[in-house]
């Protein structure tokens, strides 16, 4: 299983990212897919998931309404569009997929918003 993040860099205040996660190693459609975050010093919280085929969707409270998270099977991806970003926004992001064999983690990438 490999899961590889990009879209990650250094905004301001209001601004947006899209990230994105490419997977492969494992029959991705039948999976559900999250981002998760860490920020320094903090634990690693769930950000956002989304089911097999799009149906199932959830979001932590704090990003509800800026972040969408979205998935193409046929391209095996998994995205996370962020809107408005704030400087609590700040972590680095991974790419997280629970299979039937083990939990899978993307090596991450630092999103920092800072005027």
């Known amino acids: 299983v490999q899961l590889v993040e990009s879209g990650g860099g250094l905004v301001q205040p209001g601004e947006s990212l899209r990230l994105s996660c490419a997977a492969s190693g494992f029959s991705f459609s039948s999976y559900l897919m999250s981002w998760f975050r860490q920020a320094p010093g903090k634990e690693r919280e769930l950000v956002a998931a989304i089911g097999r085929t799009g149906s199932f969707i959830t979001y932590a409270d704090s990003v509800k309404g800026r972040f969408t998270i979205s998935r193409d099977n046929a391209k095996t991806a998994v995205y996370l569009q962020m809107n408005n970003l704030k400087p609590e926004d700040t972590a680095v992001y991974y790419c997280?997929?629970?299979?039937?064999?083990?939990?899978?983690w993307g090596q991450g990438t630092q999103v920092t918003v800072s005027s």
């Open positions: 997280n997929v629970q299979t039937r064999a083990d939990n899978y």
